[in-house]
């Protein structure tokens, strides 16, 4: 199959480019309003002012107080500040050591969590995810202990888009008195952020997931949680975050956010009626492939399959040359690709956690791209299969 004229873009799980209108908002706050935001004159107010109102933006969304609001440079750092900030308060309190998260986190919550544990001392308990990588409130329930300083679980899964049920797990952590953190940044702008129906002391969230700028996040942290800063300086962020603030950036996070939300309604239902397409098509076209994550409480962008006998990196590398951008859920680490820790602690074997492709949709695209990769992909994986030695063996019934 010839290259498709213009590139497929499904890997909006990964980024999404910057909305222009959230260009345009941001610019005037290099050049002409870029004063220091800490500084008293006129210019500097402008800049503070800007920042103030972002803050406000953003505030009026999560339904939460401006000042609850700490903007950062990413959503790893928004989660490393959460895990962190509130597990050195609690222990330096006399609240006791252990922590508790999913095997299912993005890596910004889950290393923070081990390094938490193997290099500062902290217990840690991951708790268990269903096929479908639902983590069950009861569950949660189970292992807090009397010393459980936070609990952490994510609001929607990056690889496999599953949602989790928050707001029940919120309950049972604040019914016990544990701060609770999400890490939020793959339903940012696509699902409700309203921290008091969701329950939570703490979110983290990423400008560059719903059409920002990459580099500025925020965390919203609830009046009362205890929070070492992690960064150190002077006394930004009401001393939670030193560093001047990065003023465009902010402007343009709470300029996305806004827009995302208002737009939310009707690119959820387009973008769910193309990702249903998608997932009906390549269940159809292909055999022997598998939706991951749940059926039904799922983003509305994310479709993410494994087809057996086949690995995900050579499907990524024969859809580039095509034209189509999309990720797999195995990640190189140390120079060997391993299989994806999402995929495994739902239970997928290895073998087959490899075979694994995320298509993630957007604002731009359409029933065409669709359609392109429903056309481009059966024959990839076909040609994969073609040369697998298990396939061959299953094929002659000894596989
Ligand atoms: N958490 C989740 C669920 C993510 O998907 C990502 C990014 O992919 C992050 C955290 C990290 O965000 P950032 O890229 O802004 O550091």
Redesign the pocket.
Known sequence: MAEIERMIYMDH???TAVDRRVLAAMLPYWTDHYGNPSGVYRLAREASRAMEQARETVATILNCKPREIVFTS????S?NLALRGVAFAQRARGKGNHLITTPI??H??LHTAEELRDRFGFELTLVPVDRYGVVHPDDVARVIRDDTVLISV?Y???EVGTIEPIAEIGAIARERGIPFHT?A??AGGVLPLNVDDLKVDLL?L????FYGP??V?LLYVRDGVPLWPMQTGGGHERNRRAGTENVPYIVGLATALKLAYEEAEENNRRIAALRDRLIAGVLDRIPEAHLNGHPLQRLPNNANFTFRYTEGEAILIQLDLLGVAASSGSACSTGAVEPSHVLRAMGVPPEEAFGSLRLTLGRENSEEDVDTVLEVLPPIVERLRAISPLYEARERGSG
Do not use: F, I, L, R
Not at 74 to 77: A, I, P, V
Not at 206 to 209: D, G, I, P, Q
């Open positions: 799980a990964a980024t990413c959503g790893s750092e989660d986190e993005h910004a919550v994510m929607a899964n990056n890490d940044v793959q983290s990423s400008a560059h997931k990459k580099g996040g």
